[in-house]
């Protein structure tokens, strides 16, 4: 061999020696673009690690709202006769045929005139010859009114009514207020000439220290920040025998919104407060109760909760409806009780328990129904 010959090199050697070269350059590549990825989700994000950003259709489901310039009002329109249809299917049951509503719910029409559609001031509110403030009477922006029924109503099944619904039924309240006539069709072209009409939309008034800020508070008081009064006595509060008139109501909410409320089942409290609130829990189950049939009872009373049954039946008294254990003492010799009952609750009806009718459940999957039916007839617990 010449001394000018390199010596051979083997193969391996030769992959070995790539190896060798290539490990710490892709891994300087690696850590490089990784710093890249991290800087640029921290630039997207104040706080990386914690959730993400919402999607476009994520924002377009929760920005619903409609302000008193009618801004993120929807295209499209709705018929008085429309929403008489709608009002009488949905709505009626418990807000009564002509607004004036049973005996849980506040009346929606009624103490307005056409001298207060002319003056926008309704002359009840400050007269007292109304019995009772309807909402009509209060309402100032008809955007308010339009809002409230597209996201929140009807009460059983909230953000179920198309578009035309909520401009049907939102033209059939203000026809029963005489502000549209019969055949008066609403849509987001004319509802500003409407607002024109509403007889308290003068009514509003920001000269209170909630509206602004920086003026004169409701109260005079300041805050205590030291030898502060130890006791505070409570010097009014709902009589004991009208504490249940309408049953517990913590456990009547709804699936969407907060859930607030006191157990108006248990005596009032006595001690004063202390800074903390004290809840009444129910009792825990038996540990005896088998497994299977504790498993169903949490099954039904959340379905129960869910579908917001809790709202117009109690378990053991009556709200609106009947209270469940009623149902279970009526129906319990019944033959296909399981089957008839399902079939009440997707239908709705009126009858059976007094002049109040129960609104179609259609939204509620069957097997939720009869999940629901089983935990009532096997005592709702």
């Not at 000439?193 to 000269?207: A, D, S």
Request: hydrophobic share 40%.
């Amino acid at each position: 061999m010449s001394p000018d010959t390199p010596p051979a090199v083997s193969p391996s050697s030769l992959r070995s020696g790539l190896r060798a070269v290539l490990k710490p350059l892709c891994a300087a590549l690696a850590g490089l673009l990784l710093c890249c990825i991290s800087l640029s989700l921290w630039a997207a994000d104040s706080y990386p690690g914690i959730g993400r950003s919402a999607t476009s259709k994520e924002i377009a489901a929760w920005d619903i709202d409609v302000r008193p310039d009618f801004k993120g009002l929807p295209p499209g329109s709705g018929s008085v006769a429309k929403g008489m249809l709608v009002w009488e299917g949905k709505c009626a049951m418990c807000h009564g045929s002509f607004g004036e509503s049973n005996q849980v719910f506040t009346p929606i029409i009624g103490g307005t005139t056409r001298q207060d559609i002319q003056t926008g001031h309704v002359a009840a509110l400050t007269g007292n010859t109304q019995p009772q403030r309807t909402t009509i009477m209060k309402l100032s922006q008809v955007s308010t009114l339009w809002d409230y029924i597209n996201r929140a109503m009807p009460w059983n099944a909230p953000k179920t009514l198309s578009t035309e619904e909520v401009y049907a039924v939102t033209a059939y309240i203000l026809n029963m207020a005489e502000i549209v006539p019969d055949d008066y069709v609403l849509s987001d072209k004319n509802i500003a000439e409407v607002q024109k009409r509403l007889p308290n939309r003068n009514g509003l008034q920001t000269r209170h220290g909630m509206w602004e800020v920086k003026g004169k508070p409701d109260t005079g008081n300041t805050a205590c920040m030291k030898d502060c009064v130890k006791t505070v006595s409570i010097s009014s509060r709902l009589p004991d025998y009208a504490r249940n008139a309408h049953g517990d109501i913590a456990k009547q909410n709804r699936i969407i919104g907060p859930v607030r409320g006191a157990d108006t089942l248990a005596a009032a409290p006595t001690e004063a407060l202390k800074g903390k609130t004290t809840l009444v829990l129910a009792a825990e189950p038996s540990a005896k109760s088998a497994s299977a049939s504790v498993a169903a009872s949490a099954d039904g009373l959340a379905l129960a909760k869910k579908y917001a049954c809790l709202a117009c039946h109690g378990i053991g008294n009556k709200i609106v409806g009947p209270a469940f254990k009623d149902v279970q003492n009526k129906y319990a010799a019944a033959n296909d009780v399981e089957n008839r009952l399902a079939a009440k609750i997707k239908a709705g009806g009126q009858g059976a328990w007094g002049a109040i009718p129960m609104p179609p459940n259609q939204q509620v999957p069957d097997a939720d129904i009869k999940a629901i039916v089983k935990w009532i007839m096997a005592g709702a617990k």
